[in-house]
């Protein structure tokens, strides 16, 4: 009975332990204005709001913000954040409530649209 219990403790210490997700997501940034792809735009991820990772955007405007993360007992949010000099900012708080709201036709990633100050 005694090596069924620690066979029991190390399953339930595995599945606790084990659950792990991606939190953020990917996608193109383009102005609003012109329809045209951003280069130059820092977007930074915030996981539990800490900052977790920042890049700058190449001609495509392409961006990944996401993150490997500890799941348990769930994913924590995730926010992202876009800057560029002559563009209003954008701050998405909550990822996954921004993307059930703009579901970009199932495209499966975002579209992000920076507004010109």
């Known amino acids: 009975m005694n090596g069924v219990k620690q066979i029991g403790v ?9 659950c ?12 609003s204005e012109t329809n045209e792809p951003l280069s130059d735009v820092t977007v ?12 700058i955007t190449k001609s495509d405007g392409y961006f990944d913000a996401s993150s490997f993360v500890g799941c348990t ?3 924590p949010g995730a926010g992202i954040q876009f800057l560029k000099k002559g563009f209003k900012p954008k ?4 990822v996954d409530s921004y993307t ?3 579901p970009n ?5 975002m579209i992000i649209l ?4």
């Open 73 to 75: 007992p769930k994913c």
């Open 114 to 117: 920076l507004e010109p100050k």
């Open 105 to 109: 036709n199932g495209k499966g990633y």
């Open 20 to 31: 792990e997700g991606i939190v953020g997501d990917t996608g193109y940034i383009y102005s």
């Open 91 to 94: 701050i998405i708080k909550d």
């Open 10 to 18: 190390f399953v339930i210490a595995f599945l606790a332990l084990g």
């Open 44 to 55: 930074t991820l915030f996981v539990k709001n800490k900052k977790t990772s920042t890049i």
């Open 100 to 102: 059930k709201k703009h």
